[in-house]
């Protein structure tokens, strides 16, 4: 029987112990021993880019921010379907998990973060939204906790509340989307989303192919109507920029 290795750890901004696992050739990312995400189930990982994007290479110049590079499958998804003068970027709070997809995940999307449409950015993805200039981005994909009401981290529930929903419109450009992955059905969800102007639309998603039930759900929402009004304007700060090494 081959071992379940534990290949590196760190802690959170909280505390919390992540780890980064490999069994029989699949990795696997846990907080404080439980699992959040593995190389075995990457379904929702992948419609979470998909949905959102499948229209994509129709802007050359398209500009994607992704929220939490996890083992990079959202980022692969996105990288299929936007033209060769887009721009990604990745922003990824711990700067070790950036660092095991290079060291240990090269094989897997490691290599993907050398890919010269891609920018990694060791942010707090609320704060790149926050200092976006105004209709940056074309689609902005979150996978940074549970959903909208269980969160890993607290300050997450930042992205979910009407402030950050006014900023997440602020930081689209007319007509762009925004994607929640949320690990189950949010009863309040889509009218919350709703009331902050955005066109709202729920898709089941597997957690791997072979699943008979759909257990997570994408929330997808276009920009529809201008932001509500006395949000704080943006400000274009440079953060720290990690490209090709």
Known sequence: MKPFRNLAQTRTPDGSQFTLHEH?????????????MSTTSTSSELLLAQLPCQSLYRQPDACVLIGGLGLGFSLKRVLELVGRRATVQVAELLPEVVAWNREFLGKVNGALLDDPRVEVLVADVFEVIRRADKATFDVILLDVDNGPTSYVQRDNSRLYDRRGFGLIARA??????????SAEPERFFVEHLERAGFKVESH?????????????VIYVAERSAPPPAGEPA?????LETRRRP
């Open 24 to 36: 029989d050739g699949e990795y696997f990312l846990k907080l404080n021993g439980r699992q959040l």
């Open 172 to 181: 689209l450009k007319p007509g762009g989307k925004v994607a929640f992955w």
């Open 204 to 216: 089941p998603a597997k957690a791997h192919e072979r699943s008979k039930r759909c257990a997570h």
């Open 234 to 238: 943006g400000r274009n700060v440079k």
